[in-house]
């Protein structure tokens, strides 16, 4: 039990967006096993296999209706890529605060602050529309150097990690960690009315993660410090500029140290400490095995 009660079904559906995604598709998981219904929104016709799947696109309005109805809560996951998500979500929250939804769960970033660029301008305006609410502030996945992510293809592809943060080091966290914490904010019976700064146990330098990656993969992996214009050049090849402009950014800034910190928020929201990165490995490292 937490501080906000032992989790407790919500009298409708939780609809939870980005559902086939790093956090969404751990969070749809983890609230089916605690028998809580789940609606799951993606823009494929069945993103999620146990859950009621709804078609749902940010970017197509017509499809808000129809996964709204009857939610009783939501979780939040803007869409990707977007540097001004309040364009798209400021609108589907005042649908969602007419549709009787209570309670609304963001997935922001650490390093942005509420009132700050990209998604602190819904999280801003969130307590506002729902009167049960959260906002994640989660530092880097650790899910970055295993899945679909930039870092994960390049240690994959030419065993590099390629940033702008020099030395700076960042409390990753384990994804299934976040929808741990989403999941007891959508459901606990107190609700959080706060933001959670969410971390591991321990900052690392990306020359760390590289050296831990290189032990549990068995091949060497590097850590190639570059400058911010370098990187946002990188990114710009598949992201638009003003997008890759702020990623660069956010490397810059856990080089000056932003980033290095921890939190005792997990072990707050779930009664138990988050996962270290040298466990998260260990658990995926038939992911690094060549084919
Ligand atoms: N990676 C990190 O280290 C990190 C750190 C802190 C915060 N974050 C934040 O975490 C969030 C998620 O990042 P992620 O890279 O892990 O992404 P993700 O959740 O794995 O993927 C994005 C999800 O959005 C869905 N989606 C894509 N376009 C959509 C659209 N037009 N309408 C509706 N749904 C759409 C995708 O589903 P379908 O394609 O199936 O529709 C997918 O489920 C981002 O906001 C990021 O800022 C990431």
Do not use: C, K
Not at 268 to 274: D, L, N, Y
Request: glycine share 10%; hydrophobic share 45%.
């Amino acid at each position: 039990m937490t501080p906000y009660g032992s989790p407790s079904p919500a009298p409708g559906p939780v609809l939870v967006t980005g559902a086939t995604g790093t956090t969404g598709s751990r969070l749809v998981v983890r609230l089916l096993r605690a028998g809580h219904p789940v609606r799951a929104a993606g823009r494929r016709a069945a993103p999620v296999a146990g859950a009621e799947p709804v078609a749902f696109d940010w970017s197509a309005p017509a499809t808000h209706d129809a996964a709204l109805d009857g939610a009783a809560a939501l979780y939040l996951v803007p869409p990707p890529g977007a540097t001004d998500p309040a364009d798209v979500m400021l609108p589907f929250l005042d649908r969602a605060r007419r549709a009787g939804v209570r309670r609304a769960v963001l997935l922001s970033s650490s390093l942005v602050p509420a009132g700050g660029p990209a998604t602190g301008q819904v999280h801003r305006a969130l307590p506002g529309h729902f009167p049960e609410w959260a906002v994640l502030r989660p530092s880097w996945f650790m899910q970055n150097v295993t899945g679909g992510h930039p870092h994960a293809r390049s240690i994959r592809g030419d065993g590099v990690l390629t940033t702008a943060t020099g030395r700076g080091r960042v409390a990753f966290i384990d994804a299934d960690d976040i929808a741990a914490v989403a999941a007891h904010a959508l459901t606990d019976p107190v609700p959080h009315n706060t933001d959670w700064v969410l971390t591991g146990p321990q900052a690392l330098s990306y020359d760390e993660v590289a050296a831990l990656v290189s032990h549990v993969a068995g091949r060497p992996v590097r850590h190639r410090a570059v400058s911010g214009a370098e990187l946002r050049a990188r990114y710009a090849r598949d992201l638009p500029d003003a997008f890759a402009a702020f990623l660069a950014e956010l490397d810059l800034r856990i080089a000056g140290g932003a980033e290095d910190r921890v939190t005792d928020s997990v072990a707050r929201v779930t009664g138990r400490p988050p996962t270290s990165f040298a466990a998260y490995l260990r658990a995926n490292a038939a992911l690094f095995e060549a084919g």
